[in-house]
Every structure is written in structure tokens, then in C-alpha cells.
Nanobody, 124 residues
Framework: EVQLVESGGGLVQAGGSLRLSCAVS????????IGWFRQAPGKEREGVSC????????YYGDAVKGRFTISSDNAKNTVFLQMNSLKSEDTAVYYC?????????????????WGQGTQVTVSS
């Protein structure tokens, strides 16, 4: 059974930092791209970042470039999202997702497996 479990969300003041983790099990980590998405109330799910173990490629959405960094610990099948200089507009439920394939993927519909999400709230 494939499982993705997010952790690390919480309440932080604007300008602060959080690190999200996505622990993956039940699949061959090196064959999958792991993406981070977020969804704020009343808004569509938005692609935040992606990491591909197959070629080491990464992707960042325009809204987070220069502030967020994705990384992985392949030995622990875990992907991290370091979020710095947080803004109130970063407030959302953050999800990690997995898709088998080479390189990074951007759209939510391309991903097959999803975690349950973790809430990030940035107070201004």
C-alpha cells in the first residue's frame, strides 16, 4: 500500500520559516517524482514544488521561487519543503503527492498518490 504522510505544518508569523516533511512508503522511491501542492479555502489546488529522484530535477511555482527549497533524503524515502520568508498568502493546506515517471510534473491531475495534507497558517 502506497502511503504519503506529511508533517511539519503549523502556525507561524509572517517572515518566519517552516519545514514540511513527506514520508513515502510502499513504492520504489527512485522511480517517482514527489510534488508539493497547496490549497487555500475557496481556491484551486496549486503546484508548489516538485523533486524527481530519477534525474534530480526540481520545479518551483512562481509564487514560491527564491523562498522555498525542496530536498530529499533518499535513504529515508522522505522529501522536505523548506519554506522561508513566509507570507500570509502562503496559508493553505499543503499536500505531497507521487507519480511514477522521469523528471518533474507540475499539474495535480498527473499525480497518482496523495497524502492527507498538513495545515500551514501564516499570521500577518
Amino acid at each position: 500500500e502506497v502511503q504519503l504522510v506529511e508533517s511539519g505544518g503549523g502556525l507561524v508569523q509572517a517572515g518566519g520559516s517552516l519545514r514540511l516533511s513527506c514520508a513515502v512508503s510502499g513504492l520504489t522511491f527512485d522511480d517517482y517524482a514527489i510534488g508539493w501542492f497547496r490549497q487555500a479555502p475557496g481556491k484551486e489546488r496549486e503546484g508548489v514544488s516538485c523533486f524527481s529522484s530519477s534525474d534530480g530535477s526540481t520545479y518551483y511555482g512562481d509564487a514560491v521561487k527564491g523562498r522555498f527549497t525542496i530536498s530529499s533524503d533518499n535513504a529515508k524515502n522522505t522529501v522536505f519543503l523548506q519554506m522561508n520568508s513566509l507570507k500570509s498568502e502562503d496559508t493553505a493546506v499543503y499536500y505531497c503527492a507521487a507519480v511514477e515517471g522521469y523528471g518533474c510534473y507540475v499539474e495535480a491531475y498527473e499525480f497518482d498518490y496523495w497524502g492527507q495534507g498538513t495545515q500551514v497558517t501564516v499570521s500577518s
